[in-house]
């Protein structure tokens, strides 16, 4: 499972080998790279061509070594899997490609013809209540369900297969029927855009609903004085709720210099035994250099920008971020909020997380963090 090198010596050393190298066939890798509209997954990314495109049988080995490689096998690690569907969903149809992988000559594989079977496999799992995945329209850059413009914007979809997807703007389900995406979706006015894949047997992909919302720069605060860092109170406890931290009643107050700091006042370990947990409350500036929208991504609790709260993540898993959203800020200082809770979620601690907030431009492609220069209270 380390990758091939340990099969291939064994072969060599007459050992009866099943290759199962977690670059092809672990199940527990996400299949798509935009991991917003995925169940949360340990990481990694194996598409379904990836799959497909491994070859147990290694050139570097004479024919009589290869007699010793006896098949493949795809891990599913259950980590992350909660429920009977989400196993399913990582399940297929990439085990539909590892049947190809291990029973096909390799002069019979074809990709592109294994897509065009795969539609007739979709039936016949339905017909066995088999869940499995359908790739999702998907934004560049990373998908977000709620997209802030000034003048207009044009929203582009992709899907990781070659699928039909289809949507509307007036507020109902997309259906079969409805309009197909071929180009990038201009909007001018606040809308709901509602989109979707549809596949050949008409079965169709749950639906996104993303808010498209036109907005004027939110103005920049004008502050007299400031100081490097953030303000933070903390409560030791357990919290599973920003409500919750109501009805704390012994806070200690502090000044953090970066967003790292509001989750580094314990040491974690790897079991988390015997590690007390806290929750805690940043408040200050951002300082926004110029004017335009800004995508931001997190794995705290909430962020609050200028008072009005800008992503929850109450009861996610706080592992990859899934509720990215986009705001409208002129250059300049805006008031902050970071709300951190610490507990346990779906398997995963809260306090490994770096409590960083990353942010981009809308015109920008990649996310960088908040850097400690621009925080001030």
Known sequence: WRGEGGGIEAAKQKHDVIMSPNTYLYFDYYQSK????????????????????????????????????KGVQANHWS?????????????YPRMLAVSEIAWTPLDKKDYKDFERRINNAYVRLDGHDVNYHIPQPEQPNGSCNFVAFVDSTSLTFKTTRPETM???????????????????????????????????????????NITVEKQALAPAKVVEKTTPGLKMKMADGTFFKASELNKATEWKEMTVK???DIRSQVESTESM?????????????????????????????????????????????????????????????????????????????????????????????????????????
Do not use: C
């Open 34 to 69: 935009d991991v917003e509209q995925e169940p949360e997954a340990i990481g990694g990314y194996l598409p379904l061509e990836r799959v497909y495109s491994y070859e147990p049988m290694p050139a570097s080995l004479t024919p009589e070594e290869q007699k010793y490689i």
């Open 258 to 260: 970066s967003l790292r």
């Open 166 to 208: 289809v949507y509307t703007l007036d507020g109902t389900d997309p259906t079969p029927l409805s309009t197909q995406y071929t180009e990038p979706i201009k909007v001018t006015e606040t809308t709901t855009l509602k989109i979707r894949t549809v596949l050949p047997s008409r079965k169709m992909s749950p639906v996104r």
């Open 273 to 377: 035994r015997g590690v007390k947990q806290y929750g805690a409350i940043a408040t200050g500036y951002v300082d926004i250099p110029e004017d335009g929208v800004y995508y931001f991504t997190t794995n705290n609790d909430e962020v609050w920008i200028d008072g009005k709260l800008l992503i929850s993540n109450e009861g996610e898993v706080k592992r990859f971020s899934r509720n990215d959203k986009s705001v409208a800020l002129a250059k300049g200082l805006h008031e902050l909020k970071v709300v951190f809770l610490g507990h346990i979620i779906g398997g995963w601690p809260s306090l490994w997380d770096d409590a960083s907030i990353s942010i981009r431009k809308a015109d920008q492609e990649k996310f960088t963090p908040i850097k400690p220069e621009q925080l001030f209270y």
């Open 79 to 91: 980590e992350y899997m909660y429920n009977t569907d989400i196993m399913e969903y990582r399940m």
